[in-house]
């Protein structure tokens, strides 16, 4: 997934906001936490695709430190985050259904009034 791929699928992800920070990083946020971010690579697309990182399931987190080319975000393991070295350690669909589940699991962590301002209430 090159940058550009990454910024184009999580834009229309619910109240999802964009912003460029650390450097030139890609971040993603729902109600200002952070959800996925990108460092490196060319916001136009070009050349590589950076790292991406996101949040995920403590049983993700698990499962995905097994996988080459994916590692512990640095910074942000703790907190279940990974980050993947290899872009081509997962599959579209794969980044699809993680970076979705990474917006829900912030989002759900939203107190109920966020949730309701921001019409996540079906989350």
């Known amino acids: 997934m090159t940058r550009q791929d990454f910024d184009t699928f999580c834009a229309p992800l619910p109240a999802a ?14 109600g200002g936490k952070i959800f996925a971010l ?4 060319r916001a ?11 949040k995920c399931s ?21 907190a279940q985050w990974v980050q993947v070295v290899d872009p081509d350690a997962l599959d579209e669909d794969g980044w699809e259904a993680y970076l979705t589940a990474a917006h ?7 107190t109920r009034k966020q949730r309701q301002d921001l019409c996540l209430n079906d989350l």
Do not use: N
């Open 44 to 54: 136009d697309g070009a050349g590589t695709g950076g790292r991406i990182s996101f």
């Open 58 to 78: 403590d049983l993700s987190y698990r499962m995905l430190i097994e996988q080459p080319g994916i590692v512990p975000a640095p910074y942000l393991a703790r």
């Open 104 to 110: 829900g699991h912030i989002a759900r962590r939203l």
């Open 17 to 30: 906001t964009h912003v460029v920070q650390w450097g030139g990083s890609s971040v993603w946020k729902v």
């Open 38 to 41: 990108c460092s490196g690579g």
